[in-house]
Structures are given as structure tokens and as C-alpha cells.
């Protein structure tokens, strides 16, 4: 669970999309949100989810820093919204 964690504090993004996440993150269902982002059928235990989550925020991050035209913003918050939820989640559970 720590190494999962120390992954997810060791990113530095925008402050503003940080804010933006903090803020969703207080309404973070994980029935509702990850099949969105994961797809859909078996919800992943947390650990698995938040590093698949992780992936898929890197490359996304990747677009963003590369000017790319088919970046999101708004995807780009739900994934944090969904990677701070899923921390939430782990660190209360214990579990990885």
C-alpha cells in the first residue's frame, strides 16, 4: 500500500488541476465513477485501480505537457478526482 501511495504524493502537477481534483474528490463514488474511466464490468480491487488509474493519468499528463489537441482537461480532472478517491479508499481500508 505505501509503495502505491508514495507513487501517487510524488506527483507534481498544475495546482489548479490539483485544486479542481480536491474539490471532486469530495463526492468520489466508485461505483460511479470508475467504470467511466476503467470501462465497464468487474470493479478492480483499489490497488489495482489506482495504479491502472495512475497509467492511464500519466499518458494523459504526457498530451497535456505536449500542447496535444485531443487533451481534456476535464478527463484529466475525473482521473485525479478517481486517483484521490481510490487513495482515500486504500488508506482506510489498508488493503493493496
Keep these: 500500500m505505501q509503495d502505491i501511495l508514495s507513487l501517487l504524493h510524488a506527483l507534481k502537477r498544475p495546482r489548479l488541476l490539483i485544486r479542481a481534483a480536491r474539490i471532486g474528490a469530495q463526492d468520489y463514488q466508485r461505483t460511479a465513477h470508475l467504470p467511466r474511466l ?13 495504479m491502472r488509474l495512475m497509467e492511464i493519468e500519466a499518458e494523459l499528463n504526457a498530451r497535456r505537457e505536449a500542447s496535444d489537441a485531443g487533451y481534456s482537461i476535464a478527463r484529466h480532472v475525473e482521473l485525479l478526482v478517481a486517483m484521490m478517491g481510490e487513495a482515500r479508499v486504500l488508506r482506510s481500508a489498508g488493503q493493496t
Design 38 to 50: 476503467l470501462g465497464y464490468g468487474a470493479l478492480p480491487r483499489t490497488g489495482p485501480a489506482l
